[in-house]
Nanobody
Framework: QVQLVESGGGLVQSGGSLRLSCAAS????????MSWYRQAPGNQRESVAV???????NYADSVKGRFTISRDNAKNTVYLQMNSLKPEDTAVYYC???????????????WGQGTQVTVSS
């Protein structure tokens, strides 16, 4: 019923930039908190950035000042602008959102399939 689809990953040199997008589709009534997570090989999945329905943001210390999360509520889309990328930013990046559909009584948490970001040194 509800899907999150990420795009925008790829290979970039250290110091470069990428912009990730995540579009929600399906029978959506409302989207609450939207987030980006990442998981590097051998590591646990970690929160990178969060944005509330009202636009309040929060970032992991490791990306503050380099990454910017934003959302377009009209398009049901969240973005992650990543600047000054470092090799340690290499990971699979996942979109996450709390969504209430039009067919279910409660909001549920959804994950995208992930997009690979590789930063070469």
């Amino acid at each position: 019923q509800v899907q999150l689809v990420e795009s925008g990953g790829g290979l970039v040199q250290s110091g470069g930039s990428l912009r990730l997008s995540c579009a929600a589709s399906g029978s959506i009534f409302s989207i609450y908190t939207m987030s980006w997570y990442r998981q590097a090989p051998g590591n646990q999945r970690e929160s990178v950035a969060v944005i509330s329905i009202g636009g309040i943001t929060n970032y992991a210390d490791s990306v503050k000042g380099r990454f910017t999360i934003s959302r377009d509520n009209a398009k049901n889309t969240v973005y992650l602008q990543m600047n000054s990328l470092k090799p340690e930013d290499t990971a699979v990046y996942y979109c996450n959102a709390d969504i209430k559909s039009t067919v279910l009584a409660n909001a549920y948490n959804y994950w995208g399939q992930g997009t690979q970001v590789t930063v070469s040194s």
